[in-house]
C-alpha cells in the first residue's frame, strides 16, 4: 500500500476501521415512577476479591451481583477490577462508577418505581465487541425476564 | 453493550466519559461523566457536594430515559 501510494497510484488500506450498526431508539419511559431500573457497568465494579475473576483486560466473562439488600456500596463491600484506569477513587468510592447510593434516594424519593436487585459488571478495557455484544445480549434477556424497563450504563 | 439492551427493546442511557467513543459505537442516549477513573463523583469536592453531582448526573440520565429522541443525542 505505502508503494502504492508513493507512486500515487489508487490503493487500498490494509486496516479497515470497523464499521458499527445502528440500533433504532426505543420508545423513551413513559411513567419512571413505575418502573423497573436496572443499573450495568463497564467499569469493573465488583464485590470485594472479584469472585468471577473478571480479567482486568480483555475480559471474557461479566457477572451479576445482588444488590438487594444494600442501600450503597462500600470500600468495603466493592471494589474495581479495570486494568485501564487509576482504582484509588473507584476503589475509595465504588459509587463514584456504579451510582447505587443517588439512585436508592431517587427510588426512595418515588422518582423509580425500583431497582432491579441484581447489577451488571465486566470490564471494558481492550474488551472485543463480540464479547460486549454476546454479555449484553445475555444480559438483556435476564432483564427482560425480570420485567426490568430502562436501564443505566455506566464507563470510565 | 448499550445498543443490543436497546436492540431487545429496553432504552438504555449510556453514562461515560468519552463521549466519541460512546457515539462512535452508537450508543442512542448519552449523558457525559466527569472523568475517567471517577466518571460519577469528583474526589476534589466535599462529601456532600460530590453526592449532589452524582445524583444531578442520574437524575440526567433518568430525564434522557424519558425523552423521545429520532437520533444519537448527547443530553
Redesign the interface.
Known amino acids: 500500500m505505502l508503494l502504492q501510494k508513493l507512486q500515487g497510484q489508487t490503493f487500498r488500506t490494509e486496516y479497515p476501521l470497523p464499521v ?4 433504532a ?5 413513559k411513567n ?1 415512577s413505575a418502573a423497573t ?1 436496572a443499573l ?1 457497568t ?2 469493573g465494579i465488583v464485590p470485594r476479591g472479584n469472585p468471577d475473576r473478571i480479567e482486568s483486560s480483555s475480559a471474557t466473562r461479566y457477572g451479576k451481583y445482588d444488590i438487594g439488600n444494600l442501600r450503597q456500596l462500600t470500600a468495603q463491600s466493592h471494589e474495581t477490577a479495570h486494568g485501564g ?6 476503589n ?2 465504588p ?5 447505587l ?3 436508592r ?2 427510588e426512595r424519593e418515588g ?2 418505581g425500583r431497582l432491579h436487585p441484581y447489577y451488571y459488571a ?1 470490564v471494558g478495557n481492550g474488551t472485543s ?1 463480540a464479547r ?2 454476546q ?3 445475555e ?3 435476564d ?2 425476564s425480570s420485567g ?9 | ?18 463521549v466519541p467513543i ?1 457515539k ?6 448519552i449523558v457525559p ?1 466527569i472523568a ?6 469528583n ?1 476534589a469536592k466535599s462529601g456532600e457536594e ?2 449532589l453531582l ?2 444531578t ?3 440526567k ?2 430525564c434522557a ?7 444519537q443525542t448527547v443530553f
Open positions: 458499527f450498526d445502528r440500533v431508539p426505543p420508545p423513551p419511559v419512571m431500573l450495568i463497564s467499569g484506569y487509576d482504582p484509588t477513587y473507584a475509595e468510592d459509587n463514584r462508577v456504579l451510582p447510593d443517588a439512585v434516594n431517587l422518582r423509580i465486566t465487541v460486549a455484544v454479555f449484553a445480549r444480559i438483556a434477556v432483564l427482560k426490568v424497563q430502562a436501564v443505566i450504563v455506566t464507563s470510565t | 453493550m448499550v445498543k443490543e439492551i436497546e436492540k431487545a427493546g429496553i432504552p438504555a442511557v449510556h453514562i461515560c466519559t468519552i460512546s462512535t459505537v452508537g450508543a442512542n442516549r461523566a475517567i477513573p471517577h466518571p460519577l463523583g474526589p460530590e453526592k452524582r445524583r448526573l442520574v437524575e440520565a433518568l430515559l424519558e425523552t423521545k429522541i429520532e437520533e
